[in-house]
């Protein structure tokens, strides 16, 4: 494998990984043979550390008991409270749920570390998960369910500054 990279044309390599140790473990390694084969590094990308969902789409369950075992759905009562005080914030409403704690400050900091660019973070979508389960990635860009995930955005503006230079 490493004869095989020495010998092609690359412009760079883009640093992947979630934000537990154990995965940046092994990225530091992949950092260090980038720079051993004097392979430039782009940047970092954080992966799969949080998933944004529209609040009107998510299930608001209450405690019914001291154990938390017996819950309730709420969420219309919830979503009507909102919009009886607010009207139209409810559509405007996105919930962040951070899937991995970050170890040490997860890929933004390691990035900083070896004096690498942190490029973002991408989230959990199920868009992409759709797509890639179908196998066919190109969905991710037309619209599974008439929606553009989070990932979608990310992955375009990454493509662009990798085009036109800016990594």
């Known amino acids: 494998m490493l004869k095989s990279c020495l010998n092609i044309e690359k412009d760079g390599a883009i640093i992947v990984s979630t ?25 970092v990308i954080e992966n799969m550390n949080y998933f944004d969902t529209k609040l009107n789409k998510t299930q608001i369950l209450k405690k019914v008991d001291g154990d938390g075992n017996k819950t309730v759905d709420c969420s219309n009562e919830i979503y ?10 409810l559509e405007k409403l996105i919930l962040r749920n951070e899937v991995i704690t970050k170890h040490n400050g997860g890929c933004e900091t390691m990035a900083k570390d070896f004096n690498i660019p942190y490029i973002t973070s991408v989230p959990l979508d199920k868009h992409l998960q759709m797509a890639c389960d179908l196998g066919k990635p190109d969905m991710i860009i037309n619209n599974i369910e008439n929606e553009i995930g ?17 990594l």
């Not at 995965?23 to 940047?43: H, S, Y």
């Not at 989070?150 to 800016?166: D, G, H, R, S, Y």
């Open 150 to 166: 989070p990932a979608t955005e990310i992955f375009l503006n990454v493509a662009q500054k990798i085009i036109t230079n800016e």
């Open 80 to 89: 009507s409270l909102i919009e009886k005080h607010n009207p139209g914030l």
């Open 19 to 43: 934000p537990q140790e154990v995965a940046m473990a092994d990225v530091r390694k992949e950092i260090n043979f980038c720079k051993k084969t004097q392979i430039k590094i782009l940047g």
